[in-house]
Structure formats: C-alpha cells, structure tokens
C-alpha cells in the first residue's frame, strides 16, 4: 500500500506534465497556421491605389538651418537632412511587413517600404544633427532639432536622454516629467521601457 501512495503523485505529475505539453503544442500550431494563413493572404493581395497617400511631409520651416556656417561637419549634415526630407515617406513602424502586403497589395510591397525606410533615414539624419549640436555646444539649435524628432518619432531613446540633459543643464528637469508622459502614452514597444528608465534615472540624479 504504501508503494501506491509513493507512486501515484508522481503518476499525476507526469500526466499534467504531458497534458501541459500537448496544451503548449496545440497552441503553437495554432499559432503557426495563422502565420502561414495570413503569408498565404499576403502573398496573393490584390493591389490598392497608393497614388494619394498622406505621405509624411517634414516641417522644414521650424529647423534651424544656417544659410552659412564655417562649422563644415555642421553644414554636411543640414545637407543630409534636407536631401532625406526631399524622398517620399511614411511612418510604418508599427505594421509588419505582411501586414503591409495585406493592406496595400503584394505588388505595392517595394515602394510601400521604401516610403518606410526613407522615413527611418529622415529620423536618423535629424537625430545626427541634433546629437552634434549637443556636442558641440549649439544648445538652443540642438532642443529645436530634437524636440522636433520626438514629435515625429519616439523610437530613439538617446534623442530624449539627450533632451532630458538639456533641460538639466537649463535648470528644467520639470521638462523631464513632459517627456516622461509622452513615451507613457506611446505603444508597447522594444525601446519604451528604456527609454522610461533613462529618463527616470537623470531626473532622479537632478
């Protein structure tokens, strides 16, 4: 008798073990066959008309460009700027390429992400500029370029630390707790979490 009371719990755990597996199996095959349903839809969608999209049109007029400068590493990348804010563009970050497929057409898929990729070019470019006014001590140009980027893309971590050690070195930290609340409000995303950190940690170290 007392071999069956040994016995039997491990009996039990053994079939909840297998029960949890095949549960977990179910589950990822579900799963799977929603992916390859939805490649499957994706693979044969029709094309929509993107002629009149709302592309993304960069507000040049409130960037501080100089019509000329002696500060040649300066004026290189205001040119990259403006030559990146001349291609068409959109912000796509959040669909995946599939979902794209799906919602423009297979065909379409080529110039949809390119419009994407031009977007994250734009973005890179102003946050270059942006990082070497801070470098270099243009601190009133340096918050108009970044204050900028993040009303247009709050996927750059560094852009709001940065910001978030200017507003410090302004006597601003109170700015701080605005950045806070606007990255609070975007969507889950790889850099949200981080970006909360660093910007609680700088203000806390005010």
């Not at 497929?101 to 270059?128: A, C």
Request: glycine share 2%.
């Amino acid at each position: 008798m007392g071999m069956i009371f040994i016995i039997s719990p491990l009996i039990i755990l053994l079939i909840l073990r297998m029960w949890l597996n095949m549960s977990s199996k179910d589950k990822n095959d579900e799963i799977m066959e929603e992916f390859w349903a939805r490649e499957r839809e994706a693979r044969f969608a029709r094309n929509v008309d993107i002629s009149d999209l709302p592309l993304f049109t960069p507000d040049m007029e409130c960037l501080p460009f100089l019509k000329s400068s002696e500060d040649k590493k300066r004026s290189k990348l205001e040119a990259k700027v403006i030559s990146s804010a001349n291609e068409p563009m959109l912000d796509l970050h959040e669909f995946t390429n599939t979902d794209l497929k799906i919602k423009y057409g297979n065909g379409n898929f080529t110039t949809i992400s390119s419009y994407d990729q031009n977007f994250m070019y734009f973005t890179r470019d102003l946050f270059q500029w942006g990082k070497y006014l801070y470098e270099n001590d243009y601190t009133d140009d340096a918050l108009k370029v970044l204050e900028y980027l993040i009303s247009i893309t709050q996927d750059i971590v560094s852009a709001f630390t940065i910001l978030a050690k200017l507003y410090c070195d302004n006597e601003e930290p109170d700015k701080i707790t605005d950045l806070i609340k606007i990255v609070e409000s975007t969507k889950d995303s790889i850099t949200k979490q981080t970006t909360l950190r660093s910007l609680r940690n700088i203000i806390n170290s005010y």
